[in-house]
């Protein structure tokens, strides 16, 4: 089993940048890609990124395209996602997922381990 630790959300202006970070731990040798998904209040969960456990590619939504960034660091089996000139709308509980088998990264439905989520709050 792989287990997740989420990190770095909080409360922001608009326009600032976080960072969130993702810490797998475990059988991380069963990881496929990890990936980004957010859920704002009254809205249905997003897919934001997502990287390949080997960090060959990074894919991003088209809303975030340009703003954030995914990233690995293998030595620390850590995933990143820089945020940067933060809106309003990306306001919501940002989790971080984990894919055992390939298949398309921005199906939530494939992802079999979620990270507890962390805050992140823009405001005006």
């Known amino acids: 089993q792989v287990q997740l630790v989420e990190s770095g959300g909080g409360l922001v202006q608009t326009g600032d940048s976080l960072r969130l970070s993702c810490t797998a731990s475990?059988?991380?040798?069963?990881?496929?890609?990890m990936g980004w998904f957010r859920q704002a209040p009254g809205k249905e969960g997003e897919y934001v990124a997502a990287i390949s456990w080997r960090g060959v590619g990074a894919y991003h939504a088209d809303s975030v395209k340009g703003r954030f960034t995914c990233s690995m660091d293998h030595t620390k089996n850590i995933m990143y996602l820089q945020m940067n000139s933060l809106k309003r709308e990306d306001t919501a509980i940002y989790y971080c997922?984990?894919?055992?088998?390939?298949?398309?990264?921005?199906?939530?439905?494939?992802?079999?381990?979620w990270g507890q989520g962390t805050q992140v709050t823009v405001s005006s």
């Open positions: 475990g059988r991380t040798f069963s990881i496929s890609s």
């Open positions: 997922a984990v894919r055992t088998s390939r298949g398309p990264t921005y199906d939530s439905s494939g992802y079999s381990v």
